[in-house]
């Protein structure tokens, strides 16, 4: 049997549900006899998300214009994807600055009043990305497969969501153990 091409994507997140997964320990072992990770920031540097992938994991909102372009891609690259933790699912703690309205009063608050020696706003076109007026969960933007909500996902809840996607069986989302958020 082929293995299934995995990958794991982080966007606006602060890389806990990524943390989470390395918590699965010596279960990643497992993971290496059914799947090859082929694109993720842990334990794989291609800068390029491939073509052809199975399951992906997407950890984090959709904050910038990197963010949504990546999405995108692996939406159009990959069959099933999977919304990994509740800023994916919610926008959760990124869309705390959806309070204050737009781009322009974060990038104040941020730069200007709370910057201390030289305040400024970074403006540095084709290095910083742009932040997009509102932070938004991932659902919102692309057709998402499975969602696997948790702030983060604990490594169980992990396991018995991907542990089925690797034998191509489909998991069981359901209670408390599977679907609690935070
Ligand atoms: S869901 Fe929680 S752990 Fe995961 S990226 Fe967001 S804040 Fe971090």
Redo the contacts with the bound molecule.
């Keep these: 049997m082929d293995k299934v091409k995995l990958a794991t994507v982080w966007l606006a997140?602060?890389?806990?549900?990524h943390m989470s997964f390395l918590d699965l320990d010596e279960w990643l072992f497992e993971v290496a006899k059914f799947a090859d990770i082929v694109y993720s920031p842990v334990g794989c540097d291609l800068k390029e998300y491939p073509e052809g992938v199975d399951v992906c994991l997407v950890?984090?909102a959709v904050a910038n214009e990197e963010n949504l372009e990546l999405l995108y891609k692996v939406r159009e690259r990959t069959k099933l994807l999977v919304s990994f933790?509740?800023?994916a699912v919610t926008a959760?703690?990124p869309a705390m600055r959806n309070m204050l309205g737009s781009t322009e009063p974060v990038l104040k608050r941020c730069y200007l009043e709370l910057g201390d020696e030289t305040p400024q706003l970074p403006h540095e076109p084709g290095i910083v990305p742009e932040l997009l007026d509102r932070v938004r969960p991932i659902h919102e933007l692309v057709t998402v497969d499975l969602f696997l909500p948790g702030?983060?996902p604990s490594a169980p809840r992990i396991q018995a969501a991907i542990e089925p996607l690797l034998k191509g069986e489909s998991p069981v989302m359901e209670g408390r153990e599977m679907l609690k958020f935070g």
Excluded at 13 to 17: I, M, N, V
């Design positions: 997140g602060c890389s806990g549900c950890e984090g933790g509740d800023c959760n703690v702030c983060p």
